[in-house]
């Protein structure tokens, strides 16, 4: 079976082609028009999208060696996202798919992230697992079901885990997406140079028990981070850059590993998978890797490609939802949506 999917959720313009369950071309353009806003701005994103999507998809074609003629489903995100990016490329998905005669398939872009890490593979792992989805938009952390139905076991509630990185280093002065570089300072800096907060962990410095509490809060590690700021002058900060890259990077990961492995243990699963843009993130694969060796945890991670923004992850959900029977028969209006809605199953709360 071929499948086209398509990704235009944020900045990324992607279009891959699935071919049996393999992946013959993943073509990614990342937009390099929000540099200076210090975050993504909707409207260019749409603009840009629209600008590239018919020769991103005409090139993951051609890599793929696959004609438009050739195809058996046409998939696209249909959110969460930005609405006018998220329209982009769902409306030109639907249409292609209406003018070929051929299947379209709504992928929910979290879901797809959920699964990237058996992009390839075939098979998602025996058992059950914990999913920890974290990128610029979501930070999610999931039970999922052999079945591959999943409950949201605990998610942010002010900024994602992308987020704390892209802020926090934008007050840095690193530019924007800041989670990479952040990455990089990290590796010669001391993340024990200064403790910034842990909110909602049971090593967080209130007498409240958070033991079973999966849900995230990164919007004091902001604040803590500009007290520092201020207190301390742009020499001493700037000499001390990589100690505090390393002491961010430590905060977010420490919550995140330290979520996942109680999740894990407290629902009784054996592995744990990452997936998202911050799954990049050297420390978090490292500190993961370790936390899940200690208690005997598999850990599935993504192929660096497949972290952040792809379309790779999304045909590869189309193909999972065709193999459980749960596409919509007549999709070619699916609506876009913004907000995140697990699609998979219920939220646990
Ligand atoms: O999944 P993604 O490409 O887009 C969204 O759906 O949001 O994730 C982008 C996010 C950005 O916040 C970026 O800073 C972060 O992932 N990111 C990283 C790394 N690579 C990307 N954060 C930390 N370390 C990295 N190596
Ligand atoms: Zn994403």
Known sequence: ???????????????????????????????????DFGGVVPELASREHERLIVSIVDT???????????????????????????MVGLCFGEGLAWALGRPFVPVNHVEAHI??????????????????????????????????S??????????????????????????????????????????????????????????RSYRDNFDFSFSGLKTSVRTWLDRHDRAYVEHHMADIAASVQDAIVGVLVEKSIAAALRFRV????????????????????????KQGLELFIPDAAYSTDNAAMIATMAALMISRGRVPANAYDAPPFARFIPAGSAALK
């Not at 989805?133 to 039970?143: I, M």
């Not at 900024?159 to 990290?186: C, H, N, Q």
């Not at 490292?286 to 060796?293: H, I, K, Q, T």
């Open 1 to 35: 079976m071929n499948i086209l999917g398509i990704e235009t959720s944020c900045d990324e313009t992607s279009a891959a082609l699935l071919v049996d369950g393999a992946v013959r071309s993943n073509v990614v353009s990342s937009q390099r028009c929000h540099g």
């Open 60 to 86: 993951a074609l051609k890599e793929a060696n696959i004609q438009k003629s050739e195809l058996d489903v046409i998939a696209a995100t249909a959110g969460p996202g930005l609405i006018g990016a998220v």
């Open 115 to 148: 699964f990237s890490p058996f992009i390839g593979t075939g098979a998602a792992p025996e058992g059950d697992f914990v999913s920890l989805t974290v990128s610029g938009g979501h930070t999610l952390l999931s039970v999922v079901h052999q079945d591959l």
């Open 150 to 207: 999943y409950e949201v076991v605990g998610r942010t509630i002010d900024d994602a885990a992308g987020e704390a990185f892209d802020k926090t280093g934008k007050m840095l002065g690193l530019g924007y997406p800041a989670g990479p570089v952040i990455d990089r300072l990290s590796r010669e800096g001391d993340p024990a140079f200064h403790r910034f907060p842990r909110a909602l962990t049971a090593s967080s410095r209130t007498s």
């Open 270 to 293: 054996g592995a744990v998978a990452i997936a998202g843009g911050v799954s990049a993130n050297s420390g978090l694969r490292a500190a993961m890797g370790d936390a899940c060796r």
